[in-house]
């Protein structure tokens, strides 16, 4: 696909169909990832790829989540749309039926803590536009970070942080695109 289309054309998809994906398809994108800039080459990502019965246990984990932590904030910004606070509790507890959840976790540096962030949202953005590219779905979400503890239990993961998890799978929908709010650019010219 054209770069600009895969930019404008990818959505959060958070409803997939149960078909697996070829793990070398995972492979790749986890490598275009890794071509992300980061602060002073740091590298500082690391992805751990989860498939089969554990998907079971982060989608009880991301049940609670939303049950504790996400749906209040929904409830703040979403009063007018019941219906998105719906949609959104069934796909926490159910991840879309995701095949694919990818744990992405950043270790700490010397750089700092934004740095540091703003380095694995870059590789994050790269896998995104990577899976959209290849007819893959994904949703990027930093919901379920409160119970960041209880994944960690589940990859594994003692020493890193945990930044994100992305749900991936082939698309069982086609999201329209939430329109681009304006005045969000400004030149300053002598
Ligand atoms: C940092 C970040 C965190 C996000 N966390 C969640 C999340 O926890 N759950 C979710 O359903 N979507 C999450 N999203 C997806 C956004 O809701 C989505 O990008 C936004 O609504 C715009 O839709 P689009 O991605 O289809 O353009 C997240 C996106 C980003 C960049």
């Given at each position: 696909m054209d770069f600009e289309d895969v930019v404008r054309s990818r959505r959060s998809i958070r409803k997939f169909k149960p078909d697996a994906v070829p793990r070398e398809v995972i492979e790749e994108i986890l490598e275009l990832a890794t071509w992300a800039p980061s602060a002073m080459n740091t590298q500082n990502w690391k992805f751990i790829v989860v498939t089969g019965e554990r998907i079971e246990k982060l989608k009880t984990i991301a049940g609670e989540a939303f049950d504790k932590h996400v749906e209040a904030d929904l409830e703040k910004l979403f009063a007018k749309y019941p219906m998105v606070i719906k949609a959104t509790g069934k796909y926490f507890h159910?991840?879309?039926?995701?095949?694919v959840v990818i744990c992405v976790y950043r270790k700490e540096t010397v750089e700092g803590l934004i740095p540091d962030v703003e380095s694995v949202a870059a590789a994050i953005q790269n896998l995104v536009l990577a899976a959209h590219n290849r007819g893959l779905g994904a949703c990027w979400m930093t919901g379920v970070l409160p119970l960041a503890d209880k994944i960690n239990e589940i990859t594994g993961e003692k020493k890193l942080e945990l930044q994100a998890i992305v749900t991936i799978g082939y698309p069982d929908t086609e999201p329209k695109p939430p329109p681009r709010k304006p005045g969000r650019i400004e030149w300053i010219e002598d």
């Open positions: 159910s991840l879309g039926g995701a095949p």
